[in-house]
């Protein structure tokens, strides 16, 4: 029998979700957040996401997603109290300068 997740589980999960995007935003390079997922572990106060981005053209990916990667884990924390203990990149495209944060 699965495990109820509670009430607050829908809430929990918006609010991380939308701090990811919001922290996600901030680091430089990032042109838009198409996408967040997370799942996460109500017991251990733990949170897996997925974070689905569009880059600004000439930016170092690797960069942009450490950056995204630390900002990310910093503001969950902060927002939430929950531990991002996993954040997966995906950079789905590439943004001219012109389009930056739309």
Do not use: H
């Not at 029998?1 to 390079?29: F, H, N, V």
């Not at 600004?56 to 995204?68: E, N, R, T």
């Not at 900002?71 to 969950?76: I, P, S, T």
């Amino acid at each position: 029998m699965p495990k109820d997740k509670g009430p607050d589980y829908k809430i929990i999960r918006e609010l991380i979700e939308e701090s990811a995007a919001r922290y996600a935003m901030t680091a430089e390079g990032v042109a838009r957040v198409n996408d967040v997922k997370s799942d996460m572990d109500q017991d251990l106060k733990t949170a897996e996401l997925k974070i689905y981005l569009d880059v600004i053209f000439g930016c170092s990916i690797p960069s942009v997603s450490w950056d995204v990667q630390n900002a990310v884990k910093e503001g969950v924390k902060t927002a939430s109290g929950y531990e991002a203990e996993k954040i997966d990149i995906y950079i789905q495209g590439v943004a001219p300068e012109k389009e930056i944060r739309e």
